[in-house]
């Protein structure tokens, strides 16, 4: 975010979907070791015979991941605006206004990229393309936005793509 000095209007610089997606990349592969992990001190293995027992450990494999995924992102982007992909490649969420997200906003914004991502993301593109929100980003009211440094946003918000 930063300030144009001719019109006393903040700029607002929305994230490349490429830096999301990479942003995320990192987030599933960093959740996806910590729940095989906890899978793997649960049942003693990490792969498992094609049987009844096997559908359920998956069953509970993806329960488990997805819950954890889930209060991953509404912790780390309610209190600090980065989960540890976002931190790495300089995105935080807000909301669209360039101040923090409200918890309500951050928990709509994780529930679609946690059980609904394919969906989220397409909608996201045919219906929010100026402001680059998912679907969920849209209903809870949040952006994810490149940080360049932490200049104050003013009232008056001028939207920029990176």
Wanted: net charge positive; glycine share 6%.
């Amino acid at each position: 975010m930063s300030e144009s000095n001719s019109d006393n209007i903040s700029e607002i610089t929305i994230a490349k979907w490429s830096d999301r997606f990479f942003a995320w990349l990192i987030d599933f592969l960093i959740i996806t070791a910590i729940s095989t992990l906890i899978m793997f001190a649960f049942f003693g293995k990490i792969d498992f015979d094609m049987n009844e027992k096997w559908i359920w450990t998956e069953a509970i494999q993806y329960f488990q991941t997805s819950m954890i995924f889930f209060g991953y992102w509404i912790t780390l982007e309610y209190k600090t605006g980065q989960s540890i992909g976002k931190r790495i490649l300089n995105l935080k969420v807000t909301n669209t206004y360039g101040k923090k997200a409200d918890l309500k906003g951050v928990i709509i914004s994780s529930f679609g990229k946690t059980f609904l991502i394919p969906v989220d993301v397409i909608l996201g593109w045919i219906f929010t393309n100026e402001k680059r929100q998912r679907i969920f980003n849209k209903i809870g009211d949040t952006l994810v936005v490149k940080i360049k440094n932490n200049e104050e946003s003013i009232e008056n918000i001028k939207y920029k793509k990176d």
